[in-house]
């Protein structure tokens, strides 16, 4: 197969809260689309770049660029037999990973619809439906951050993560415990501390987390392998895992016990695979990741945590956790017990909910 034609398009969907991290807040979901076309088919894929290089050093504006000018002309020279050729055709463009993932997971899904196959099989996935986690932002009081956490429990969630940064980390995991005795229990820095708050991130012991993630700098693995040897609880890495490489780096490190993959992080769906593969390996458990996807992003991160090596409840939450309204039809939906069942034919985006939340498009051609 070789592409006809790509379209790249710029959405802007509201949340329905807002969403803060030690690194910001948002109030509205800003991504390019792909669609990939050939032979009557079209595939879609989402970028997990975000307007402001906060996260990673990416920005929607750097992926347009970066689709627009090295991949598209990359793919359109291609022949491809299958969609895990996508990762070598890549290989002159350095990092960019999630301009990358975004036609990469588009050349998935278009091989998924032109053969009929769901996508989670044609990656190799074994399970049709997939557990839920919640990643809960930081919150304006510890008595909202409760009635939140409340609310996610009622409605079946299997694992709550509480973001945290220095001044909302004791307090807030503090009664969230109290409150909700021994739930599956995380939290989630973003690189908020450094190793002189070892005292403090050692008393998060006491409070039997699952894990802690990315709790220094985005791109220190020797700092987090000191850190870890000095807690009881887990550390999970997250912006530090560009790649497989990363990963291999980490484990050998002992810089992490656990390990969060993005596909639209690490490049796609195939070093996705690769880093899944590599965890199953060494014993090492690993579930997937979000970025408050569309459902376009969210089947695709859906369809790689029904692969074996996730063991644990991800943030590939319900859509409406972020969302009034969603890109797709259908769209992620969590059964009452906390597992979202996969459709056969993916989440596909519904035309008049897209030509709604577009904000520019533009057309590339061989
Ligand atoms: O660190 O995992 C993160 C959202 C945006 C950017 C980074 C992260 C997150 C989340 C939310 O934690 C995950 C989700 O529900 O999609
Ligand atoms: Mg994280």
Redesign the pocket.
Known sequence: MRLERIDLRVVRLPLRGR?E?SVGACHEKVCILVEAHAEGVSGWGECVA?TEPS?SAETVETAWHVLRDFLAPLVFAHEFADASETRTCFSRVRGNRMAKAALEMALWDWHACARNIPLHRLLGGTRASVACG??VGIAPSVDALIHEVEGYLGQGYRRI?V?IRPGWDIAPLEAVRARFGDVPLMA?A?SAYRLDDLKLLQQLDAFDLMMI??PLAHDDIPDHAILQKQLRTAICL??SIRHVDDARHALDAGACRII?I?PGRVGGLEESRRIAALCAARGVPVWC?????TGVGRGHNLALATLDAFIMPG?T?DSR??FEEDITEPRATMDSDGVIPLPDNGYPPCRERLARFTERVLTLKP
């Open positions: 969403f991290t975000e996260y919640v990643s993560k973001k989630d973003n993630e990315q997250d912006e969060n993005k990741g979000g970025m408050l996807e943030d939450s956790r972020y």
